[in-house]
């Protein structure tokens, strides 16, 4: 315990490290007490330390770590830390995602407006047995190397193969075997082949073993899904509210099968009655079944090119509890009285039914408001935008930053060959439908909070000063102004004026990278982004179990005791990991397209320049890229105060400038791109 390298510790790891054998325990145990009676040692939080000894902060937690080789452990005890740990590259260790570890808190961080930095001094808890991964090295006889993305570039797999022949650029499963020998490497053995880099149709397949994303229903859920049947029974509609006169309708991409959401507006002179219909999905997935079980060990659905993994059996996912047009279906409403502004007046939860009129896609819908197609819908829509203009007038008041970013999707064929891109517009459309979900989820958030009852928010905590300093240094860069404490309102005015610029895009990435994560959780802390005291998951329970939690707690006099903080914590890390599987394949299908098309050049935009270079997107492809001023012909310096890089001879590169890039090297197996700069331009 007098070692500089000692830290508290807990007795059985302190007995572990001191290779005191079975027989000895008693006697170890015995001295540890007395020792401690003696004051010789003190108790602090189940750790032992010598008294009087200042030592490092330890914490325990789950770690999430990044393929560039640092992570963020999420602390298990908020009162011990508050804040998310961030571990710098090469202080990972030997962990990997999910693996439960024991950390090191740094007394003088880096960086410590950020928030505390620390290092793994412990792996307590593997998360998983084998990794996913691809053969960098297959030159070396009878061993191979395998670059696994959750491990980093640092930690690579050595798999000794025994004459096999295994090529270069192989997707294999490993299994550990050692997490680090007396060489300091990781030793495994290959468990499964799963295809090799080259073939694009294994993507997914790739991702969902590499993330441990489960495909198969247990029997048990199909036979209790199946059961329902494919109708619902007049048994179903006893006690429910009849909405099927009313003019209800989805809106929906084009290729979405399971419908969680209907709407339906009308006016009188007293204001808007917005009816927000949610699937009911907790009439059929009840409280320890099969199909409860497995929704809560999947925790949502996740979504890849041209394939969805679903939470729920397709049989109530896309159908029964799917709210498709022209048959009666079962729903939660939230039905809400608005006044002539859009603030609310009044509200009902209750348990309905509906018959959809007619499946609108965004663009669908968007046709019929620009005229170009007819439509018995078009008042009812004319009216839905009309109320969408004044809730995200009402939502700005309040101080909730309104981003409409484009979404880009990779379109792939059924080889999972990419063959290009499509733009989606964030337009009308989409609002509409977000400002009604906004709002439903806000009103049953405020409904449950006011009656007292448990729930699970969906809270968003503000960014640090020092976060949101970097983008307001962003947005003098691109010449506009703020003042010098500037306010929402403020901000909202710059992405007012940045529409018309090429710069829109971009003040908006970089604004979406100064916030934290959303996250559940039981306790409510408000909502930072929307602007929101209280708000909640509640309108896609089809995909999100947090939602079909929140219906629970809704309708049912009693459910069942659960641990919420638990349970959000676990669906907290399900939505990141889906998010990582489902971002993983997307930039592989990505850099597949830039291989094929290696010879054009695109446009990009610079988004930070450094002492060494700087960083841009690729504009419409959403790549990101580095060009360091050792690529370039001239000598560089460095301006930090205008952020610009700049010769002697006036060629300058400054934060927002567009470029011309090409991709010169792609490596699919460590997901990166080499790139230069199209000097010709």
Same mark, same amino acid.
């Given at each position: 315990?007098?070692?500089?390298?000692?830290?508290?510790?807990?007795?059985?790891?302190?007995?572990?490290?001191?290779?005191?054998?079975?027989?000895?325990?008693?006697?170890?145990?015995?001295?540890?007490?007395?020792?401690?009676?003696?004051?010789?040692?003190?108790?602090?939080?189940?750790?032992?330390?010598?008294?009087?000894?200042?030592?490092?902060?330890?914490?325990?937690?789950?770690?999430?770590?990044?393929?560039?080789?640092?992570?963020?452990?999420?602390?298990?005890?908020?009162?011990?830390?508050?804040?998310?740990?961030?571990?710098?590259?090469?202080?990972?260790?030997?962990?990997?995602?999910?693996?439960?570890?024991?950390?090191?808190?740094?007394?003088?961080?880096?960086?410590?407006?950020?928030?505390?930095?620390?290092?793994?001094?412990?792996?307590?808890?593997?998360?998983?047995?084998?990794?996913?991964?691809?053969?960098?090295?297959?030159?070396?006889?009878?061993?191979?190397?395998?670059?696994?993305?959750?491990?980093?570039?640092?930690?690579?797999?050595?798999?000794?193969?025994?004459?096999?022949?295994?090529?270069?650029?192989?997707?294999?499963?490993?299994?550990?075997?050692?997490?680090?020998?007396?060489?300091?490497?990781?030793?495994?053995?290959?468990?499964?082949?799963?295809?090799?880099?080259?073939?694009?149709?294994?993507?997914?397949?790739?991702?969902?073993?590499?993330?441990?994303?489960?495909?198969?229903?247990?029997?048990?859920?199909?036979?209790?899904?199946?059961?329902?049947?494919?109708?619902?029974?007049?048994?179903?509609?006893?006690?429910?509210?009849?909405?099927?006169?009313?003019?209800?309708?989805?809106?929906?991409?084009?290729?979405?099968?399971?419908?969680?959401?209907?709407?339906?507006?009308?006016?009188?002179?007293?204001?808007?009655?917005?009816?927000?219909?949610?699937?009911?999905?907790?009439?059929?997935?009840?409280?320890?079944?099969?199909?409860?079980?497995?929704?809560?060990?999947?925790?949502?659905?996740?979504?890849?090119?041209?394939?969805?993994?679903?939470?729920?059996?397709?049989?109530?996912?896309?159908?029964?509890?799917?709210?498709?047009?022209?048959?009666?279906?079962?729903?939660?409403?939230?039905?809400?009285?608005?006044?002539?502004?859009?603030?609310?007046?009044?509200?009902?939860?209750?348990?309905?039914?509906?018959?959809?009129?007619?499946?609108?896609?965004?663009?669908?819908?968007?046709?019929?408001?620009?005229?170009?197609?007819?439509? #018995?819908?078009?008042? +009812?829509? *004319?009216?839905?935008?009309?109320?969408? @203009? =004044?809730? $995200?007038?009402?939502?700005? &008041?309040?101080?909730?930053?309104?981003?409409?970013?484009?979404?880009?999707?990779?379109?792939?064929?059924?080889?999972?060959?990419?063959?290009?891109?499509?733009?989606?517009?964030?337009?009308?459309?989409?609002?509409?439908?977000?400002?009604?979900?906004?709002?439903?989820?806000?009103?049953?958030?405020?409904?449950?909070?006011?009656?007292?009852?448990?729930?699970?928010?969906?809270?968003?905590?503000?960014?640090?000063?020092?976060?949101?300093?970097?983008?307001?240094?962003?947005?003098?860069?691109?010449?506009?102004?703020? #003042?010098?404490?500037? +306010?929402? *309102?403020?901000?909202?005015?710059?992405? @007012? =004026?940045? $529409?018309?610029?090429?710069? &829109?895009?971009?003040?908006?990435?970089?604004?979406?990278?100064?916030?934290?994560?959303?996250?559940?959780?039981?306790?409510?802390?408000?909502?930072?982004?929307?602007?929101?005291?209280?708000?909640?998951?509640?309108?896609?329970?089809?995909?999100?179990?947090?939602?079909?939690?929140?219906?629970?707690?809704?309708?049912?006099?009693?459910?069942?005791?659960?641990?919420?903080?638990?349970?959000?914590?676990?669906?907290?890390?399900?939505?990141?990991?889906?998010?990582?599987?489902?971002?993983?394949?997307?930039?592989?299908?990505?850099?597949?397209?830039?291989?094929?098309?290696?010879?054009?050049?695109?446009?990009?935009?610079?988004?930070?320049?450094?002492?060494?270079?700087?960083?841009?997107?690729?504009?419409?492809?959403?790549?990101?890229?580095?060009?360091?001023?050792?690529?370039?012909?001239?000598?560089?310096?460095?301006?930090?105060?205008?952020?610009?890089?700049?010769?002697?001879?006036?060629?300058?590169?400054?934060?927002?400038?567009?470029?011309?890039?090409?991709?010169?090297?792609?490596?699919?197996?460590?997901?990166?791109?080499?790139?230069?700069?199209?000097?010709?331009?």
């Amino acid at each position: 315990m007098k070692r500089n390298d000692y830290y508290p510790m807990l007795q059985e790891h302190l007995l572990k490290l001191l290779k005191v054998s079975k027989e000895e325990q008693d006697l170890a145990q015995n001295v540890i007490g007395e020792l401690i009676r003696d004051g010789v040692i003190v108790v602090d939080k189940n750790r032992l330390a010598l008294k009087g000894r200042e030592y490092e902060t330890v914490v325990t937690g789950t770690i999430h770590v990044n393929p560039r080789g640092f992570g963020f452990v999420t602390p298990d005890d908020d009162q011990e830390c508050k804040q998310t740990i961030f571990i710098p590259p090469g202080h990972c260790e030997d962990a990997v995602q999910g693996d439960h570890v024991e950390v090191t808190l740094v007394a003088k961080p880096r960086r410590p407006e950020r928030g505390p930095e620390g290092r793994i001094a412990k792996v307590l808890k593997r998360a998983r047995e084998s990794v996913a991964g691809i053969v960098s090295d297959a030159y070396h006889k009878n061993r191979l190397t395998i670059y696994a993305p959750m491990l980093g570039p640092e930690n690579p797999i050595i798999v000794m193969t025994k004459g096999a022949k295994i090529d270069w650029g192989t997707r294999v499963l490993v299994k550990i075997t050692s997490w680090k020998n007396s060489k300091g490497e990781i030793r495994g053995d290959i468990e499964k082949i799963l295809g090799n880099i080259e073939d694009p149709s294994i993507d997914v397949d790739c991702a969902i073993v590499e993330f441990e994303i489960p495909t198969d229903f247990p029997s048990s859920a199909i036979d209790e899904a199946k059961a329902y049947g494919k109708e619902v029974t007049q048994n179903d509609l006893n006690g429910r509210t009849d909405f099927t006169k009313d003019e209800v309708f989805t809106i929906d991409p084009t290729t979405a099968r399971d419908f969680d959401d209907a709407l339906c507006v009308t006016k009188s002179k007293d204001g808007y009655r917005l009816c927000v219909h949610i699937a009911d999905v907790s009439h059929y997935v009840r409280p320890e079944t099969a199909l409860d079980q497995f929704a809560a060990t999947r925790c949502n659905s996740v979504y890849f090119p041209r394939r969805c993994v679903p939470m729920l059996p397709e049989e109530l996912s896309n159908e029964l509890c799917s709210l498709k047009e022209g048959v009666v279906r079962l729903t939660a409403s939230v039905v809400m009285d608005l006044d002539n502004d859009g603030n609310l007046n009044n509200y009902q939860i209750q348990k309905g039914f509906i018959k959809s009129q007619k499946r609108f896609t965004y663009e669908g819908a968007k046709q019929v408001l620009d005229g170009q197609v007819e439509s #018995p819908h078009k008042k +009812t829509l *004319e009216l839905m935008v009309e109320l969408c @203009e =004044k809730l $995200k007038a009402l939502r700005r &008041a309040r101080g909730s930053i309104d981003l409409a970013l484009p979404e880009t999707v990779v379109n792939v064929d059924k080889k999972g060959i990419p063959r290009g891109f499509t733009v989606v517009e964030y337009d009308i459309t989409h609002q509409l439908v977000e400002e009604f979900m906004l709002k439903a989820n806000e009103v049953v958030a405020t409904h449950l909070s006011k009656q007292g009852k448990d729930s699970l928010y969906r809270i968003h905590q503000a960014p640090t000063e020092d976060e949101q300093a970097d983008f307001f240094f962003f947005v003098h860069q691109l010449g506009f102004h703020l #003042p010098e404490t500037p +306010t929402s *309102e403020d901000i909202q005015a710059v992405f @007012e =004026k940045a $529409k018309s610029t090429p710069y &829109a895009q971009q003040l908006a990435i970089s604004f979406i990278r100064t916030m934290k994560l959303a996250v559940y959780s039981p306790e409510n802390v408000g909502h930072f982004g929307l602007s929101l005291d209280y708000y909640t998951h509640f309108t896609s329970p089809i995909r999100r179990y947090p939602d079909l939690i929140i219906h629970r707690l809704l309708f049912e006099k009693s459910t069942q005791e659960q641990n919420l903080s638990a349970l959000a914590l676990r669906c907290s890390d399900c939505e990141r990991n889906a998010a990582k599987a489902e971002n993983r394949v997307k930039l592989l299908k990505k850099l597949r397209y830039l291989e094929k098309h290696h010879e054009e050049t695109f446009t990009a935009t610079i988004t930070k320049v450094f002492p060494m270079g700087f960083a841009f997107e690729v504009d419409v492809y959403a790549i990101e890229g580095v060009v360091f001023v050792s690529q370039l012909p001239d000598y560089y310096e460095y301006d930090r105060e205008k952020a610009m890089l700049q010769t002697k001879h006036g060629k300058r590169f400054r934060l927002g400038d567009q470029i011309k890039v090409y991709p010169e090297f792609i490596d699919l197996i460590k997901s990166e791109v080499k790139w230069q700069l199209d000097l010709s331009v």
